[in-house]
Structures are given as structure tokens and as C-alpha cells.
């Protein structure tokens, strides 16, 4: 038995041969048993094959939204709501984050500096110019700061400040007490004002408030559409 | 309702839709995915990711036979399953004999209707085909699932099997052939009703 002999047979079977092949081999079959018996054998597989009671699926095998990652759609405005709370989360956390750490910074200055400046990095700047004169002509202090740098774990912020006016007083350029009272430590104005903040907060707040409003109306219109 | 205004509906993205066709064709998509895994349990889940895979392409569908078109989605996941029971094989659950055959007597004939004598010879068919099944290579099993259990024609088999009609045609012949060789051996067992005729393989 050849393979197109054996196509040919069960084709026969599902009534898929043209009339005049089906006339070919049903004129075979009649003279070659072999065929026939072939025939036979795929005959009786198809049959209890197409007997073969079908199943009952064990359960419903429907979707849920949820299954599908079907979400209601949102206004046109939503994702740009969305980046501008996001963008002003982000600033807020940043701001805090400036807040606290720019005192710190600010006070490790004198240590490895010329003894200027104090907590403001502002302060610090202004003072630039001031403190290169007494550098100068203090040139055998100087190096020894740099050299032996002080503890500043152990300075304490009114140490570090008056540090810091030793030179200017020196040279007679003390112009900016108050200010420099202000840089002592604890009392330092914020590196933020809390205004922005205030705004920064107001911002995330109302707009996730709406966000939440917008994302509510959808699953509402949604749910009536469905 | 119309099962192409269904189909339209659920390419717009109509879920009400698609489930309504998939209550209609469940049984068929299980039935396929059960003979060709052999298994119920993979059966159930290559069918709900079959639906899910269907339902995700559905804008891919253009007309023609539907149910060849899920048919090829649920022998995809079958094949997907099968990739992952050769990585992963697993120990079945069902007691063996000492001679390595599971000792399951398939309930799920389950005709309501039949007495328990019926039932049991079905269940002896039963096992007896599926275990011919699963000796099959599986590119013949799925030929010879789909057109001899799920009665579908060659076009719409070569459409779910994406091959030519030609090797449809030489992959039933020969699946029908193998099924028959192998079903002779359980000729015993297999109730007078079901029962082969004896010496007449060439």
C-alpha cells in the first residue's frame, strides 16, 4: 500500500474525490482486496472516532474585564493632569529635600573654607570677595586650615560663626552683622520658601481630587454604555 | 443573535459579544484542547488562553470560517502547553499499574442517560482512543481531531493548521491508519458494540 493509495482511500471516505477519481478507485476496490481491506481499516477508525461522545466544557470559559486589561476610557485631560501632579509631587519631595539639606552643607563650609560664610550658601557668596583680602595678608593661617582641618562635628554653630568673623572684624569689614546672625545655624531662613511648597501641596491635592473625579464619571458612563 | 454582528461587535471591543461567541464554541474549543492534550485540567486552561488570545487578535479576523479561526488559537495554546510539558515534565497524579499504565477510568464520557454498563464500555472506548491519541505524533493528532471529532472539513483544518490541503489529506490518511493499528490491540477490551473487525488490516 503507497501513500497517495492510502490518500486516496481516505478521501474517498469523507467524500472529498472528484466523481471520476471515486469512480477509479471504487473500480480498484472491486477487484484488489488488500484495498479494501485498507479501506476497511480507516473506515472503522473514522467511525469510532466520530462516535466518540463530545465533553461538556467543565465551566464557562467567558472573560471578565478584569481578565482582558479593559479599562473605562478616561478624558483627553487625564494624562495631562496626571504629569503635572506627578511633576509637582516630584518638586515637592525635592524642595523638602533641598530644605533639609542645604543647612547641613552650608555649615561644613568654614571648615575646609577660608572661614567665611557660615549656614547661607547666599551669605557665602556675598562674602567672597571680602575674605580674598584678609587671605592674602593672613597667607601663614590659611594653609594651616587647610592642613588641619577643624573637627566640625565638635564646632558648634556659634563657634563656626564667629570662626568665620574673626577676618572680616580683622580688616574692619563687618558690614553685614545681621545678616550673619541670621546664618547662625538653626534660625537660617528655609533654601524654599513654604510658599512654593504651600502651592506644590495645593497642586497635588486638587489634582488628584480631580483625577480621581474624572476617573469616577468614566466608570460611571462606562457602566452605562456596557 | 447574528454570529457575525457578534464578531463585528467584539472587533469594536464589545467583551458582552465575545463571551456570547465563546459560550457558543466552549465545548468545541475544549473538546479539541482535551484530545490533542489528553488531559482535562490543561485542557481547561489552554482553552480560557485560547479565548484570551482569541479575543486579544480578534481585529486580525477577516471573514471565513470562525471556528477554524479558534481552532487555531486552541491548538496554538495546546502546542504552547505541550513546548512547556517537555521543558517541565511533570509526575502524573493518576495511580500507574506495574506496567506504567495510569489507572484513570475517564468519567467524562458522562452521558446522564446511559446506564452504568453503558458507561463503562464508553469509558473503556474512551480510554482506549485517547490513549491511541496520545501515541500519535502531534501534528497528526490535531489533523485527525479536527476533522474526525470535530467534524470539520479540509479547508477549514488546513485554515486552523496553517499547512496545505495537500498534507492535511496525507496527515489524516496516514493518523487514521496509525489509530487503527494501535486500536486493534485494545480490540478485547472494547465493547461488541465498538468492536473492530478482526484481520482485516493489510
Same mark, same amino acid.
Given at each position: 500500500?503507497?501513500?497517495?493509495?492510502?490518500?486516496?482511500?481516505?478521501?474517498?471516505?469523507?467524500?472529498?474525490?472528484?466523481?471520476?477519481?471515486?469512480?477509479?478507485?471504487?473500480?480498484?476496490?472491486?477487484?484488489?482486496?488488500?484495498?479494501? #481491506?485498507?479501506?476497511?481499516?480507516?473506515?472503522? #477508525?473514522?467511525?469510532?472516532?466520530?462516535?466518540?461522545?463530545?465533553?461538556?466544557?467543565?465551566?464557562?470559559f467567558?472573560?471578565?474585564?478584569?481578565?482582558? @486589561?479593559?479599562?473605562?476610557p478616561?478624558?483627553?485631560?487625564?494624562?495631562?493632569?496626571? *504629569?503635572?501632579?506627578?511633576?509637582?509631587?516630584?518638586?515637592?519631595f *525635592?524642595?523638602?529635600?533641598?530644605?533639609?539639606?542645604?543647612?547641613?552643607?552650608?555649615?561644613? #563650609?568654614?571648615?575646609?573654607?577660608?572661614?567665611?560664610? @557660615?549656614?547661607?550658601?547666599?551669605? *557665602?557668596?556675598?562674602?567672597a570677595?571680602?575674605?580674598?583680602?584678609?587671605?592674602?595678608?593672613?597667607?601663614?593661617?590659611?594653609?594651616?586650615?587647610?592642613?588641619?582641618?577643624?573637627?566640625?562635628?565638635?564646632?558648634?554653630?556659634?563657634?563656626?560663626?564667629?570662626?568665620?568673623?574673626?577676618?572680616?572684624?580683622?580688616?574692619?569689614?563687618?558690614?553685614?552683622?545681621?545678616?550673619?546672625?541670621?546664618?547662625?545655624?538653626q534660625? #537660617?531662613?528655609? *533654601?524654599?520658601?513654604?510658599?512654593?511648597?504651600?502651592?506644590?501641596?495645593?497642586?497635588?491635592v486638587?489634582?488628584?481630587?480631580?483625577?480621581?473625579?474624572?476617573?469616577?464619571?468614566?466608570?460611571?458612563r462606562?457602566?452605562?454604555?456596557? | +443573535?447574528?454570529?457575525?454582528?457578534?464578531?463585528?461587535?467584539?472587533q469594536?471591543?464589545?467583551l458582552?459579544?465575545?463571551n456570547a461567541?465563546?459560550?457558543?464554541?466552549? !465545548?468545541?474549543?475544549?473538546?479539541?484542547?482535551?484530545?490533542?492534550?489528553?488531559?482535562?485540567?490543561?485542557?481547561?486552561?489552554?482553552?480560557?488562553?485560547?479565548?484570551?488570545?482569541?479575543?486579544?487578535?480578534?481585529?486580525?479576523?477577516?471573514?471565513? =470560517?470562525?471556528?477554524?479561526?479558534? +481552532?487555531?488559537?486552541?491548538?496554538?495554546?495546546?502546542?504552547d502547553?505541550?513546548?512547556r /510539558?517537555?521543558?517541565? $515534565?511533570?509526575?502524573?497524579?493518576? $495511580?500507574?499499574?506495574d506496567?506504567?499504565?495510569? +489507572?484513570?477510568?475517564p468519567?467524562?464520557?458522562?452521558? $446522564?442517560? +446511559?446506564?452504568?454498563e453503558?458507561?463503562?464500555?464508553?469509558?473503556?472506548v474512551?480510554?482506549?482512543?485517547?490513549?491511541?491519541?496520545?501515541?500519535?505524533?502531534?501534528?497528526?493528532k490535531?489533523?485527525?481531531?479536527?476533522? !474526525?471529532?470535530?467534524?470539520?472539513?479540509?479547508?477549514?483544518?488546513?485554515?486552523?493548521?496553517?499547512?496545505?490541503?495537500?498534507?492535511?489529506?496525507?496527515?489524516?490518511?496516514?493518523?487514521?491508519?496509525?489509530?487503527?493499528?494501535?486500536? /486493534?490491540?485494545f =480490540?478485547e477490551?472494547? $465493547?461488541?458494540?465498538?468492536?473492530?473487525?478482526?484481520?482485516? =488490516?493489510?
Amino acid at each position: 500500500m503507497n501513500q497517495r493509495d492510502l490518500e486516496l482511500l481516505s478521501s474517498y471516505l469523507d467524500g472529498q474525490l472528484s466523481p471520476s477519481d471515486s469512480a477509479r478507485l471504487e473500480s480498484r476496490l472491486s477487484s484488489d482486496a488488500n484495498l479494501r #481491506a485498507v479501506m476497511n481499516d480507516l473506515r472503522e #477508525a473514522r467511525s469510532l472516532l466520530r462516535r466518540l461522545p463530545s465533553r461538556k466544557a467543565p465551566r464557562n470559559f467567558t472573560l471578565t474585564r478584569k481578565m482582558v @486589561g479593559q479599562n473605562p476610557p478616561v478624558p483627553r485631560a487625564y494624562p495631562a493632569f496626571r *504629569f503635572v501632579t506627578a511633576l509637582a509631587m516630584l518638586l515637592l519631595f *525635592f524642595t523638602f529635600g533641598l530644605n533639609f539639606l542645604a543647612p547641613q552643607l552650608g555649615s561644613q #563650609a568654614p571648615a575646609y573654607g577660608q572661614g567665611g560664610g @557660615g549656614g547661607n550658601p547666599e551669605i *557665602f557668596a556675598a562674602e567672597a570677595p571680602a575674605t580674598e583680602a584678609p587671605a592674602a595678608t593672613e597667607a601663614p593661617a590659611a594653609p594651616s586650615a587647610e592642613l588641619v582641618p577643624l573637627p566640625t562635628a565638635t564646632l558648634s554653630a556659634e563657634d563656626s560663626g564667629r570662626i568665620a568673623e574673626t577676618p572680616a572684624e580683622k580688616n574692619g569689614l563687618s558690614e553685614e552683622p545681621p545678616v550673619r546672625d541670621q546664618a547662625q545655624g538653626q534660625n #537660617a531662613a528655609p *533654601f524654599v520658601p513654604s510658599v512654593w511648597q504651600i502651592i506644590l501641596a495645593g497642586i497635588v491635592v486638587i489634582g488628584s481630587l480631580l483625577m480621581l473625579l474624572m476617573r469616577q464619571s468614566a466608570i460611571n458612563r462606562w457602566r452605562q454604555k456596557q | +443573535m447574528n454570529e457575525q454582528v457578534l464578531i463585528h461587535d467584539a472587533q469594536a471591543g464589545s467583551l458582552d459579544a465575545f463571551n456570547a461567541l465563546v459560550l457558543h464554541y466552549q !465545548d468545541n474549543v475544549f473538546n479539541t484542547a482535551l484530545r490533542i492534550l489528553g488531559d482535562e485540567d490543561l485542557a481547561a486552561d489552554a482553552t480560557q488562553e485560547a479565548f484570551l488570545s482569541a479575543f486579544r487578535s480578534i481585529t486580525s479576523f477577516r471573514g471565513g =470560517s470562525f471556528k477554524a479561526w479558534l +481552532m487555531r488559537t486552541v491548538t496554538n495554546a495546546c502546542y504552547d502547553e505541550l513546548r512547556r /510539558q517537555k521543558r517541565r $515534565p511533570s509526575v502524573p497524579l493518576e $495511580p500507574e499499574t506495574d506496567d506504567g499504565e495510569e +489507572m484513570d477510568s475517564p468519567r467524562w464520557l458522562a452521558d $446522564p442517560d +446511559m446506564s452504568p454498563e453503558q458507561k463503562a464500555e464508553a469509558d473503556e472506548v474512551e480510554h482506549a482512543i485517547q490513549h491511541c491519541l496520545n501515541n500519535l505524533p502531534v501534528e497528526f493528532k490535531t489533523v485527525v481531531v479536527m476533522a !474526525d471529532i470535530q467534524g470539520m472539513d479540509y479547508s477549514e483544518v488546513a485554515i486552523a493548521v496553517r499547512v496545505p490541503l495537500g498534507t492535511i489529506k496525507s496527515r489524516l490518511a496516514r493518523a487514521r491508519l496509525r489509530l487503527r493499528e494501535c486500536l /486493534q490491540g485494545f =480490540s478485547e477490551l472494547l $465493547p461488541a458494540t465498538f468492536r473492530l473487525e478482526e484481520g482485516s =488490516s493489510a
